[in-house]
């Protein structure tokens, strides 16, 4: 901390008087059979060099104060230059993080509202290919349709085939039965009348080997 001027010449008055009062009693006993007179006129002379000294040592500290007041004045203006010049830097990384936040804001804004487009696409697709699948699935049930009404038609003309084979064969049993009837009551008469013609050969045998004894 530098000292003001009057602080100074208070402490230099306040060494003078000091020693102007205390300087028999000091110095008494240091140079034993001189005059007093003498020795007080050479202290004079030393006090006038201490105060010329303690007055250059003062304007030296004065000076050295001043020098330091303008080195500290000249650091506090480096230390505000480079305060303004962070300040501005750090503003300047301010403005371009906030411009870079601003970019990528914007950047998945876009990417949002692209992905946003792209899902409405997507979802068109889909709804696209669900009404066409529907419509095929619509298709296939009509031709599975009309495939069963194929097949009982089919099923239909099978149980006719089926009946009229049916009766055919009921008729062809009918008529098989009837022949075989037919044919077995031939074979009984013939094997009647084989018996009867066989009955009057031995008949006749028999009367003809009785004429000729």
Do not use: C
Request: hydrophobic content about 40%; charged content about 40%; cysteine-free.
């Amino acid at each position: 901390m530098a000292l003001q001027p009057i602080e100074l010449e208070q402490i230099t008055s306040h060494v003078s008087q000091q020693i102007k009062t205390h300087w028999a009693e000091w110095f008494s006993d240091k140079i034993p059979g001189q005059p007093l007179a003498m020795y007080e006129i050479e202290m004079r002379e030393r006090i006038v060099r201490v105060e010329e000294e303690l007055r250059h040592q003062r304007e030296l500290m004065q000076q050295g104060f001043s020098l330091m007041d303008k080195r500290f004045e000249a650091v506090d203006k480096r230390f505000e230059a480079m305060r303004e010049d962070m300040n501005k830097r750090f503003d300047a990384v301010d403005n371009r993080f906030e411009a870079i936040r601003e970019d990528m804001n914007k950047r998945f804004e876009a990417m949002r509202e692209d992905m946003n487009k792209r899902f409405d696409a997507v979802d068109k697709r889909f709804d696209a290919m669900r009404e066409d699948m529907n419509k095929r699935f619509e298709t296939v049930d009509k031709r599975f349709e009309a495939v069963d009404k194929r097949f009982e038609a089919v099923d239909k003309r099978f149980d006719a085939m089926r009946e009229d084979m049916n009766k055919r064969f009921e008729q062809l049993e009918r008529r098989m039965d009837a022949r075989f009837d037919a044919l077995t009551r031939r074979m009984d008469r013939f094997m009647i009348w084989s018996f009867g013609m066989t009955v009057a050969a031995t008949g006749t045998v028999i009367s003809v080997l009785k004429l000729f004894p």
